[in-house]
């Protein structure tokens, strides 16, 4: 298995000099864009790491996924969906300006910043416990005491987040935001920021892939019937507005972040952890779109198979 993803990293190196790291977020542009790693983790338990799966990068909007699970463990299903809806869309992941037509009436998806932001201001707690639970749970999941975000991101972050800002205003406004805005926000700048590795990474899509189950100690940490609904929207609406299509060339649920992680759970219960700076258009790692498609060949992970 190493020697496979040794050779699918190699074959997909090239995609970096198509790509740029992100650079709206200063703290983000120091990122060598040549980096690729990745890590993954089959049904079994047995771990696979290959290239430069021990750098740690922020999660960013992977963190998505966690918020959502521990928003719906705290508000269920009908508390979560009458504020953000489970539509893919074909809009930027910052896009707002559906939101602000006389038919927006709340964020599409969980995925994309408004509605993220939205399922953040959902979880329970107040000022740092709501970034603290998530911390906890991703410590929990991965075995990982040492992780926490990165406050040069976190503070990057909230320096130029003027379009998010702009979107947590306007959802205040139509009513759709719990809270007081400038925390929440800083919230959602706190788990964006929220620093992981492939390893990492790949225990999470392990516990997903595993119907919510921990790798080391088989503990249940929420129900099947959410992480169901997290593999759903996952699948149609983690890779942005390129969700489509990645649906039709990689098959597995994913989440993508612009730090350049994606994070991967496979039907076949395996979990995988990507990394590689270099971005394309839409905001997802090049190389790790390349390799997680040949990946899901070689192995024959595309649900819809």
Not at 140 to 150: E, L
Request: with cysteine.
């Amino acid at each position: 298995m190493e020697k496979l993803l040794d050779r699918l990293i190699e074959k997909n190196r090239y995609l970096t000099q198509f790509g740029q790291v992100a650079n709206y977020i200063p703290a983000l542009e120091k990122a060598n864009p040549e980096d690729i790693g990745i890590c993954l983790i089959d049904g079994k338990g047995k771990q696979y790491c290959s290239g430069a799966y021990h750098k740690k990068f922020s999660i960013q909007s992977i963190s998505k996924v966690i918020a959502l699970m521990v928003a719906l463990m705290d508000n269920g299903e009908e508390g979560v969906f009458k504020r953000v809806g489970m539509e893919p869309t074909d809009e930027p992941f910052n896009s707002f300006y559906k939101l602000d037509l006389p038919q927006g009436e709340k964020p599409a998806n969980p995925m994309i910043n408004s509605g993220a932001i939205v399922t953040t201001s959902l979880i329970k707690g107040e000022g740092e416990e709501k970034v603290n639970r998530l911390i906890y749970i991703l410590r929990k999941i991965t075995s990982n005491h040492d992780i926490t975000y990165n406050e040069e991101v976190f503070l990057s972050e909230k320096e130029t987040g003027h379009k998010n800002r702009a979107i947590a205003y306007l959802l205040k406004n139509k009513g759709l935001l719990e809270g007081e805005v400038e925390e929440v926000l800083d919230a959602y700048f706190k788990q964006c920021s929220i620093e992981m590795d492939c390893r990492d990474l790949a225990k999470v899509g392990w516990f997903l892939a595993n119907k919510g189950r921990i790798l080391k100690s088989k503990e249940q940490v929420c129900s099947e019937e959410i992480i169901t609904t997290i593999l759903a929207i996952m699948t149609t609406c983690g890779m942005y507005n390129f969700s489509g299509e990645y649906a039709v060339r990689v098959g597995i649920p994913s989440k993508s972040g612009v730090a350049g992680g994606i994070l991967a759970a496979a039907v076949n219960g395996m979990g995988i952890g990507v990394y590689g700076p270099a971005l394309d258009q839409y905001g997802n790692s090049i190389a790790g779109y390349g390799i997680l498609k040949d990946l899901s060949k070689e192995l024959n992970l595309n649900i819809f198979y």
